[in-house]
């Protein structure tokens, strides 16, 4: 069995490796070659816990355990989720591999937006904001630059200096106009709006969103938190991730509580536009949303293809449970 830290992860992908890996695995999806089964999860006093698995069939399985206490990194110093892969043969059961999970979360989150832009966001987009500028801001701020052909992108978030430390370290990273926002007047010039916060209140509402705009809501990972107002939810074309896991812990989750919208409404999922088996945006006055609450599925990709990169570099430290 393979052990591997965060640090051997860092050295073993870069981002474009995410995004390939990610692709890879809502392919299979797609085609019946992989199993992604909602999540499971609990709360306990300044946090929460969840469980993801999925299965290449064939394969590898991965089961992800998190932690997620957004009190940490102010109260205790410590990073916002905390958790561990394990990578097991699909065939017989073997265990191959623990990995640290906080570098894959991130940057499989960071994946599926890309993904999602490439298809949902009009071709054209030049300007972008990105609501939250923590480690997900980072992230997101990475994938839609990627994607797309930003020329400037506004950063909000609650803590003004956060955002401008932020948006400071990434113009030089990405080589692009990255300015910290005060407030969210940014978003309603913008081409793509990025919610990737720990709210538990919508914040982002109809009146705020032209035609034309694609918007990723990243934040909403339990029941709990909610960055996206069920009116504005009803006025989109939604791709979510998963339908299931969505309508328990997405926005889907609050738009269907309200009333807004039905399942029916959900336009696709994003294994079906990687596939070509929907379209993606149809029109350039469309708004677009892609409703991501983070699958074991990209967890399993991700980590397939960080386990393949370390037993090629001879990377990690081999051991034995039995």
Known sequence: MLLLSRADVIRLMDF????????????????????????????VPGGSYHAK?????????????????????????????????YLT???????????????????RTGAATAIAARHLARADSRVATVCGAGVQGRI????????????RVHLWDIRPESATALATAMSKELNLDI??????????????VVTCTSSQRAFLTADLIRPGTFIAAVGADNSDKQEIDPALFARATVVVDSLEQCAEIGDLHHALKAGAVTREAVHASLAELVAGTKLG?????????????????????????VYRRAKAAGTGADFTIN
């Open 53 to 85: 698995g999925a299965a290449l069939l064939g394969d590898v399985v991965a089961i992800k355990l998190n932690a997620n206490f957004p009190g940490n990194p102010a109260s205790n110093g410590l990073p916002t989720v905390q958790g561990v892969i």
């Open 281 to 305: 945006r149809r029109d350039a006055r469309e708004i677009t949303l892609f409703d991501s609450s983070g699958l074991g599925l990209q967890d399993v990709a991700a980590a397939v293809a």
């Open 179 to 192: 300015r910290p926002a005060t407030d969210f007047a940014t978003v309603r010039d913008s081409d793509v």
């Open 16 to 43: 474009p490796a995410y995004v390939t890996a990610v692709e890879a695995g809502f392919r299979a999806a797609a085609t019946g070659s992989a199993l992604a089964p909602p999540a499971a999860g609990f709360a």
């Open 140 to 151: 997101q701020l990475t994938a839609i630059a990627t994607a797309l052909p930003l020329e």
């Open 89 to 107: 043969d699909a065939n017989n059961g073997r265990p191959l591999a623990l990995l640290d999970s906080i570098e894959i979360t991130i940057n």
